[in-house]
Protein backbone atom coordinates (compact mmCIF):
# COMPACT_ATOMS: atom_id res chain seq x y z
CA UNK A 1 0.00 0.00 0.00
CA UNK A 2 1.48 3.23 -0.66
CA UNK A 3 2.12 5.84 1.89
CA UNK A 4 -1.58 8.19 0.86
CA UNK A 5 -3.60 5.41 1.01
CA UNK A 6 -2.09 4.06 4.39
CA UNK A 7 -3.21 7.78 5.68
CA UNK A 8 -6.94 7.63 3.52
CA UNK A 9 -7.40 3.86 5.03
CA UNK A 10 -6.39 5.76 8.77
CA UNK A 11 -8.34 7.90 8.18
CA UNK A 12 -11.47 5.31 7.89
CA UNK A 13 -10.19 3.25 10.38
CA UNK A 14 -10.56 6.56 13.21
CA UNK A 15 -14.10 6.86 11.89
CA UNK A 16 -14.56 2.70 12.75
CA UNK A 17 -13.09 3.45 15.82
CA UNK A 18 -15.47 6.11 16.88
CA UNK A 19 -18.15 4.38 16.44
CA UNK A 20 -17.08 2.13 18.61
CA UNK A 21 -19.06 1.25 21.60
CA UNK A 22 -18.20 3.56 24.26
CA UNK A 23 -14.98 4.96 22.35
CA UNK A 24 -15.31 9.32 23.18
CA UNK A 25 -12.09 9.97 21.32
CA UNK A 26 -10.28 8.82 18.73
CA UNK A 27 -7.03 10.72 17.20
CA UNK A 28 -4.39 9.53 14.50
CA UNK A 29 -0.76 10.20 15.51
CA UNK A 30 2.96 9.39 14.41
CA UNK A 31 4.43 6.74 15.71
CA UNK A 32 7.34 8.76 16.48
CA UNK A 33 5.01 10.35 19.11
CA UNK A 34 4.79 7.66 20.95
CA UNK A 35 6.63 8.12 24.12
CA UNK A 36 8.25 5.15 25.86
CA UNK A 37 9.94 5.59 29.20
CA UNK A 38 11.47 2.90 31.36
CA UNK A 39 10.20 4.67 34.33
CA UNK A 40 6.49 3.46 33.22
CA UNK A 41 7.62 0.28 33.36
CA UNK A 42 9.70 0.81 36.61
CA UNK A 43 6.55 1.42 38.76
CA UNK A 44 4.73 -2.01 37.01
CA UNK A 45 6.97 -4.04 39.04
CA UNK A 46 8.22 -1.94 41.59
CA UNK A 47 5.53 0.55 42.73
CA UNK A 48 3.45 -2.30 44.29
CA UNK A 49 1.02 -2.94 41.17
CA UNK A 50 -1.22 -5.64 42.15
CA UNK A 51 -1.45 -7.15 38.85
CA UNK A 52 2.76 -8.07 38.24
CA UNK A 53 3.38 -11.33 37.35
CA UNK A 54 -0.47 -12.16 38.19
CA UNK A 55 -1.62 -11.32 34.40
CA UNK A 56 -0.17 -12.53 30.90
CA UNK A 57 -0.93 -9.25 29.31
CA UNK A 58 1.14 -7.47 32.40
CA UNK A 59 5.26 -7.91 32.85
CA UNK A 60 7.23 -10.14 32.97
CA UNK A 61 5.26 -11.73 30.50
CA UNK A 62 5.25 -9.15 27.88
CA UNK A 63 8.51 -7.97 26.30
CA UNK A 64 11.42 -5.79 27.81
CA UNK A 65 10.70 -2.07 27.09
CA UNK A 66 14.16 -2.12 24.83
CA UNK A 67 12.43 -4.61 22.41
CA UNK A 68 9.41 -3.30 22.50
CA UNK A 69 11.17 0.10 21.33
CA UNK A 70 12.49 -1.59 18.47
CA UNK A 71 9.16 -2.82 17.62
CA UNK A 72 7.45 0.36 17.97
CA UNK A 73 10.14 1.81 15.39
CA UNK A 74 8.67 -0.41 12.64
CA UNK A 75 5.55 1.24 12.92
CA UNK A 76 4.29 4.23 10.89
CA UNK A 77 1.02 5.58 12.65
CA UNK A 78 -1.12 5.01 16.12
CA UNK A 79 -4.66 5.47 16.56
CA UNK A 80 -5.35 6.69 20.13
CA UNK A 81 -9.15 5.51 21.36
CA UNK A 82 -10.50 6.74 24.79
CA UNK A 83 -13.65 5.93 26.43
CA UNK A 84 -14.60 7.79 29.65
CA UNK A 85 -17.19 8.30 32.05
CA UNK A 86 -18.70 8.54 35.67
CA UNK A 87 -17.61 6.27 38.57
CA UNK A 88 -19.00 7.55 41.69
CA UNK A 89 -20.52 5.60 44.58
CA UNK A 90 -21.29 1.69 45.53
CA UNK A 91 -20.82 0.77 42.00
CA UNK A 92 -17.91 2.61 41.46
CA UNK A 93 -15.98 -0.31 40.47
CA UNK A 94 -17.84 -2.45 38.62
CA UNK A 95 -18.63 1.35 36.17
CA UNK A 96 -14.84 1.09 35.84
CA UNK A 97 -14.57 -2.19 34.86
CA UNK A 98 -17.09 -2.08 32.74
CA UNK A 99 -15.74 0.89 30.85
CA UNK A 100 -12.34 -0.87 30.72
CA UNK A 101 -13.72 -3.94 29.08
CA UNK A 102 -15.60 -1.19 26.42
CA UNK A 103 -11.80 -0.16 25.82
CA UNK A 104 -10.79 -3.24 25.42
CA UNK A 105 -13.41 -4.42 22.88
CA UNK A 106 -13.10 -1.25 20.80
CA UNK A 107 -9.41 -1.78 20.74
CA UNK A 108 -9.44 -5.83 19.35
CA UNK A 109 -12.07 -4.39 16.88
CA UNK A 110 -10.15 -1.35 15.64
CA UNK A 111 -6.87 -3.91 15.07
CA UNK A 112 -8.95 -6.45 13.55
CA UNK A 113 -10.28 -3.94 11.52
CA UNK A 114 -7.03 -2.54 10.55
CA UNK A 115 -5.47 -5.98 9.82
CA UNK A 116 -8.15 -6.36 7.69
CA UNK A 117 -7.97 -2.97 5.56
CA UNK A 118 -4.32 -3.48 4.90
CA UNK A 119 -2.08 -3.23 7.60
CA UNK A 120 -0.83 -7.40 8.45
CA UNK A 121 1.20 -5.83 11.75
CA UNK A 122 -1.73 -4.23 13.65
CA UNK A 123 -0.90 -4.21 17.13
CA UNK A 124 -3.74 -3.16 19.94
CA UNK A 125 -3.09 -2.07 23.08
CA UNK A 126 -5.11 -1.27 26.52
CA UNK A 127 -5.38 0.71 29.07
CA UNK A 128 -5.01 -1.31 32.87
CA UNK A 129 -4.05 -4.37 33.36
CA UNK A 130 -6.22 -7.43 31.10
CA UNK A 131 -9.55 -8.25 32.70
CA UNK A 132 -11.07 -10.49 30.06
CA UNK A 133 -10.87 -13.20 32.92
CA UNK A 134 -11.88 -12.94 36.41
CA UNK A 135 -8.74 -14.34 37.53
CA UNK A 136 -5.71 -14.90 35.00
CA UNK A 137 -4.69 -18.43 34.84
CA UNK A 138 -0.75 -16.73 34.80
CA UNK A 139 -1.60 -16.97 38.67
CA UNK A 140 -1.74 -20.92 38.33
CA UNK A 141 1.00 -21.55 36.93
CA UNK A 142 -0.68 -21.62 33.48
CA UNK A 143 1.55 -21.43 30.59
CA UNK A 144 -0.26 -19.32 28.37
CA UNK A 145 -3.30 -17.47 28.24
CA UNK A 146 -6.51 -18.83 27.77
CA UNK A 147 -7.91 -16.25 25.62
CA UNK A 148 -4.89 -15.15 23.91
CA UNK A 149 -6.95 -14.11 20.63
CA UNK A 150 -8.24 -10.95 22.25
CA UNK A 151 -6.02 -10.53 25.07
CA UNK A 152 -3.82 -7.22 25.10
CA UNK A 153 -0.96 -6.06 27.24
CA UNK A 154 -1.45 -2.47 28.33
CA UNK A 155 -0.01 0.48 26.93
CA UNK A 156 1.64 0.82 30.33
CA UNK A 157 3.23 -2.70 30.44
CA UNK A 158 5.24 -2.18 27.37
CA UNK A 159 6.47 1.20 28.93
CA UNK A 160 4.24 3.39 26.90
CA UNK A 161 4.08 6.77 28.88
CA UNK A 162 0.25 7.32 28.35
CA UNK A 163 -0.36 10.95 29.59
CA UNK A 164 2.66 12.56 27.54
CA UNK A 165 1.74 10.14 24.57
CA UNK A 166 -1.83 11.70 25.20
CA UNK A 167 -0.61 15.15 25.35
CA UNK A 168 1.21 15.15 22.32
CA UNK A 169 -1.91 13.94 20.74
CA UNK A 170 -3.71 17.05 21.71
CA UNK A 171 -5.51 14.69 24.37
CA UNK A 172 -5.96 15.88 28.04
CA UNK A 173 -6.39 13.59 30.78
CA UNK A 174 -6.96 14.74 34.06
CA UNK A 175 -7.76 12.80 37.17
CA UNK A 176 -10.57 13.65 39.07
CA UNK A 177 -12.76 12.15 41.50
CA UNK A 178 -15.56 9.91 40.03
CA UNK A 179 -14.24 10.10 36.80
CA UNK A 180 -12.40 7.58 34.70
CA UNK A 181 -10.81 8.00 31.48
CA UNK A 182 -9.21 4.56 29.61
CA UNK A 183 -6.81 5.33 26.83
CA UNK A 184 -5.94 2.28 24.61
CA UNK A 185 -3.61 2.50 21.46
CA UNK A 186 -3.48 0.60 18.01
CA UNK A 187 -0.26 0.84 16.09
CA UNK A 188 -0.09 0.74 12.39
CA UNK A 189 2.43 -0.08 10.05
Excluded at 105 to 129: D, H, L, M, N, W
Amino acid sequence: MKLLEKFKEAERLLEFAKDCEGVSRVELISARDVVVDERVRFQCSHSGCREYGKRFMCPPYVPEVEEFKKLLSKYLMAIILQVEGQTAGETADEEAKRLALLLHEAVYRTEKQAFSSGFPFAAGFIGGPCILCEKCPAGDGHKYCLRREKARPSMEAMGIDVLKTCEKAGLKIAFMPGKVIWTGMVLLD
